[in-house]
């Protein structure tokens, strides 16, 4: 069973009955559209059709194993086993899977992928096109991964640098605060000594032997589940799945998957720790509870229920207190979520502002116990059980066109948690009954039981000079809210006004409509100049999509303001808008879907907005708000200095914020209004009264925005939305534009300079650019990507796997149309200090060797794969149309003529990558800065 609104639990309908009797230890019934069979040995193996992903499918492989089972001397081999499963199979030697798969259009770490986590591993090869016998390929790749690895002595050491570099770049002040608190997290158990990244010493010395005893141990039939979610026929598939998996051999006398429990304990155990790099103080509180992993019933289903309404209301609470300007925290937050396969935890996290650990952790608790001892008010109640059913409703009318790895998930629950597997649906009307039977008095022994008194955990990173929480003072804070006699039970006041009640709204007329048969879209020409591109679109039902842009942006607003400008974003989104505070906002919202958030850009000023069908009304309402009647709170202004001085204080000492620092010098120079760096300067640079002049100057007319809606929502019910809602915005018929040449410079055409900095873990960080500017074509942008996809292969190829001296090297290269057209290439990666200068010089090697005409026609042909597979696949969604009539009535270009995309791809040839290489290498502004340790 996965819970509410990430998952999908569900119940038959006959089980409903008489909503009075129902019988809570029935089991739920599996949804039949997911075929599940065991073969016999003991393979367990999911089929599930749908037509999302038209012509291809997905393909993954779920071993119920993890680094959990690892030996003492394989601390990190059950992760290291999942990167050789990509190294050499039976039937695909060397680097033939990713070959094969690439020249199909699949890419490395994105559609072929894996993870490994404490308890499980999982693989997954995603939408791939079930064209030229793929499908055939990747169910040979899935039954390799089960039983064939080669494991080769050359291709194990060649990985261990890889995974060197993966820890590297995994190490921070906070990774290595977590690993000292993971005694008190789960109390001394094995899980203490097993993250999955392992041990560097077991890394870079165990024997062969090692790691194949742990492949040939754990990696059988009766571990693992194969599921193929796709576009096929599944009768084809299971035959195909039974007669190519149950030749794989039982393994005979094997060993006991085991399950480690975390054992229980009374006494409130608390870890302290705290680092070089971290200057931020946080409290988490947590309380474990065990998870039964035997089969679900309408009881397991009702109690999801009430742990979500019950953590979900608490959560509610404390965000209010987040908006107190005087509250003792900056942020806060409870939970309730697995923690490994045997342990669930109820988590309460607080990150207090400078010394004020104490009384960050007293407040928020006090909230919790508030809860526990009165409960919950039945307006809270209602509200969110309206907001849960808005949840399924929603899921409801998206469930046919649910992406691949959400079915997997939950496949991947049922295997491996014993989740039932039902169908939403049924679930909806089981849930609809039990909310109308749950009381108050449920919901408050929830959250009591959740708030247990044993299995209590209390992890503090403390910051070096500040008043921080010890143990002794955690126990005494617990000891007395809980036993405070005067705490008082949660009160709220609701208004029942709405976005729109306090202004007066006349509303305009459709001017004018014209059809565009080229696109299949409507222009409307509103009373008050407004123009709105609408396209009907339902292949994902029940989404509406809406985006509006103006240009601009920061290249209109003064130096002196720009600090401002750069915060207007989150102080508007938490300030609410006409008569509401953030506070009522989200509660008047709660059960709706709409939302809306406004930006200014480097060149255009955005509106971008989203809802269901039915709530259309409500986001149109809350554009034509924040255009007419924005919000400039005060307190949520404080707020916003709180965090302000908070980040000021928290990035002082971490290593990637100095990175970050130090290459904004480098290009920009100091105190560059443009690229400043976030400082004290910089901060009391920021006003609310300037804040509130900005935003009133970039959005105070409409006319100058250009409004695009995409979705399932139909002409007759948009039509009259537009003209109350939009049409009435004042608007001033004025056309701007960006100043293009007011736009951040580099302070040198060429920038080489190596900066050393002190850091505790010592890693290089590589960074590169070209910069060219060029006329802008549709040939020069979709030649500089396909450079771009080329270095990344390349890079991939060179950096990761032949010299392994980084994990995941990253080459980009990207053609910017305004406001100044440029192509850019980038290349950007840490990596072990002693090879940085090395792989430096590999990767203009090749940069190189490309500008000379060393291009293979298998690199080019995977990219184009993926082009094409790319964009059948991306049709028909939300995201796709919405970019199709933008480029068309903003630059008058139709993505779908042949000639802009198929006829294009298949025209460009290796001398017109070879020729625009050579021209970025020798003829543009480029920088090289490379971040070293201080010795």
């Known amino acids: 069973m996965k819970y509410l609104f990430s998952l999908f639990i569900t119940i038959s309908v006959s089980f409903l009955g008489n909503s009075q009797n129902l019988n ?55 992760h290291f086993l999942e990167h050789m499963a990509f190294n050499g199979t039976q039937n695909f030697p060397g680097k033939r899977m990713l070959n094969t798969l690439q020249a199909h259009g699949a890419v490395f770490g994105k559609d072929i992928n894996a993870y490994t986590s404490f308890d499980e591993t999982v693989y997954n090869l995603t939408n791939i096109p079930n064209e030229d016998g793929m499908v055939d390929t990747c169910l040979t790749i899935l039954n390799d991964w089960s039983n064939y690895l ?60 090692d790691l194949r005893d742990f492949y040939h141990d754990w990696y059988r039939t009766d571990l693992q589940a194969i599921a193929v979610i796709g576009d096929f026929d599944v009768n084809e598939i299971e035959l195909k799945i039974k007669n190519k998996f149950s030749k794989i051999p039982a393994v005979k006398n094997s060993k006991e998957r085991y399950y480690v429990n975390i054992p229980e304990h009374e006494k409130l155990l608390y870890s302290f720790g705290t680092d070089p790099e971290v200057s931020r103080s946080s409290i988490s509180l947590g309380i474990r509870h065990k998870k039964t992993l035997k089969p679900e019933t309408i009881a397991d289903f009702k109690q999801s229920l009430l742990e979500s309404l019950a953590v979900n209301m608490l959560s509610s609470r404390i965000s209010e207190q987040v908006q107190d300007p005087n509250a003792s925290f900056l942020s806060a937050s409870t939970g309730y979520s697995t923690m490994v396969r045997t342990s669930k935890v109820f988590s309460m996290s607080v990150y207090p502002k400078p010394n004020q650990q104490q009384q960050a952790f007293k407040d928020v608790l006090i909230e919790v116990n508030r809860a526990v001892k009165f409960g919950y008010n039945q307006s809270e109640i209602d509200r969110n059980i309206n907001l849960f059913k808005t949840s399924y409703e929603n899921q409801i009318s998206m469930w046919a066109t649910r992406s691949h790895k959400s079915i997997e998930g939950t496949i991947q629950s049922n295997f491996l948690n014993n989740s039932t597997m039902t169908d939403i649906n049924k679930e909806y009307e089981l849930a609809k009954v039990l909310l109308n039977q749950i009381t108050a008095q449920e919901i408050h022994n929830t959250i009591k039981r959740l708030y247990s008194k044993s299995n209590r955990f209390i992890n503090v990173i403390g910051v070096d000079g500040q008043n921080n929480l010890t143990e002794t003072e955690a126990i005494q804070i617990i000891k007395e809210v809980e036993n405070d006699s ?25 001017a004018s409509v014209e059809v565009d048969k080229e696109v299949e879209a409507t222009t409307y020409v509103l009373s008050n100049n407004v123009k709105v591109h609408y396209k009907f679109a339902n292949k994902q039902k029940n989404i509406v999509s809406l985006s509006a842009v103006s240009y601009g942006g920061k290249t209109l607003i003064n130096d002196e303001d720009l600090a401002s400008a750069s915060v207007i974003t989150s102080l508007v989104s938490n300030s609410g808008v006409t008569d509401f505070s953030a506070i009522e906002l989200k509660k008047f919202l709660a059960g709706k879907t709409a939302s809306v958030n406004l930006n200014i850009g480097e060149f255009t000023e955005t509106v971008i907005g989203g809802s269901n069908t039915k709530d259309v009304e409500t986001m149109l309402q809350l554009v034509h708000a924040y255009f007419v009647k924005p919000r400039f709170d005060e307190n ?23 990175i970050k620092d130090s290459i904004t010098y480098t290009l920009y120079g100091e105190n560059n209004p443009k690229r400043h760096i976030l400082n004290k300067a910089y901060a009391e640079a920021i006003s609310l009264e300037n804040i509130e002049s900005i935003y009133n100057e970039r959005f105070e007319n409409v006319s100058d925005f250009e409004f695009f809606i995409v979705g399932d929502i139909s002409e007759t019910q948009l039509k009259p939305l537009l003209e109350t809602f939009l049409a009435s915005i004042p608007s001033k018929n004025i056309k701007e534009n960006f100043i293009a040449s007011n736009q951040p410079e580099w302070i040198s055409e060429t920038i080489d300079k190596e900066i050393y900095l002190e850091m505790e873990d010592p890693k290089a960080s590589v960074n590169m650019a070209y910069m060219l500017e060029m006329p802008y074509s549709i040939k020069n942008a979709v030649v500089t990507q396909v450079l771009g996809d080329l270095l990344q292969l390349r890079v991939t190829e060179t950096v990761r796997e032949s010299e392994g001296g980084a994990y995941s090297p990253r080459a980009s290269a990207s053609f910017s149309r305004e406001p100044k057209p440029e192509a850019n290439v980038s290349f950007n990666f840490d990596c072990n200090p002693e090879m940085a200068d090395k792989l430096v010089n590999v990767v203009k090697q090749e940069f190189l060797k490309i500008s000379e005409g060393t291009i293979k026609q298998n690199e080019l042909g995977k990219i184009k794969a993926n082009y094409f597979r790319e964009r059948a696949q991306a049709k028909d969604n939300n995201g796709y149309y919405m970019r199709k009539i933008i480029r068309y009535y903003r630059y008058n270009e139709n993505m779908d003529d042949p000639d802009n995309f198929e006829n294009l791809i298949n025209s460009i040839k290796e001398q017109d990558i070879q020729h625009l290489a050579n021209q970025i290498l020798n003829e543009s502004k480029t920088y090289e800065i490379i971040i070293k340790p201080k010795h």
């Not at 999911?46 to 012509?55: A, L, N, P, Q, W």
């Not at 194990?156 to 005694?183: C, F, H, N």
């Not at 609701?494 to 509303?507: A, E, G, H, W």
């Not at 202004?637 to 100095?658: A, M, P, T």
């Open 24 to 78: 809570l230890d029935n089991p739920l019934p599996v949804d039949s559209s997911i075929i599940k069979g065991v073969l016999p040995n003991g393979m367990t193996y999911y089929i599930k059709s749908t037509d999302v992903v038209k012509g291809a499918s997905s393909y993954y492989i779920i071993q119920n194993v993890g680094s959990i089972l690892e030996n003492d001397n394989q601390q990190g081999l059950a």
């Open 150 to 209: 080669l494991l080769s002595d050359e291709e194990i050491d060649a990985e261990r640098g890889v995974i060197k570099e993966e820890w590297r770049t995994g190490q921070s002040g906070q990774k290595r605060l977590y690993e000292s608190s993971m005694p008190v997290k789960f109390n001394n158990s094995k899980y203490v000594n097993r993250l999955p990244i392992g041990l560097m010493s077991v890394v870079e010395g165990f024997d062969y032997k």
């Open 486 to 510: 005067n705490l008082t039970p949660y009160t709220e006041v609701l208004d029942k006004k709405t976005i729109v009640s306090s202004l007066k709204i006349v509303p305009g007329k459709i």
């Open 636 to 658: 949520a202004y404080q707020v916003l200095e709180n965090n302000i001085e908070n980040y000021l204080v928290s990035r002082g000492k971490d290593v990637e914020e100095k």
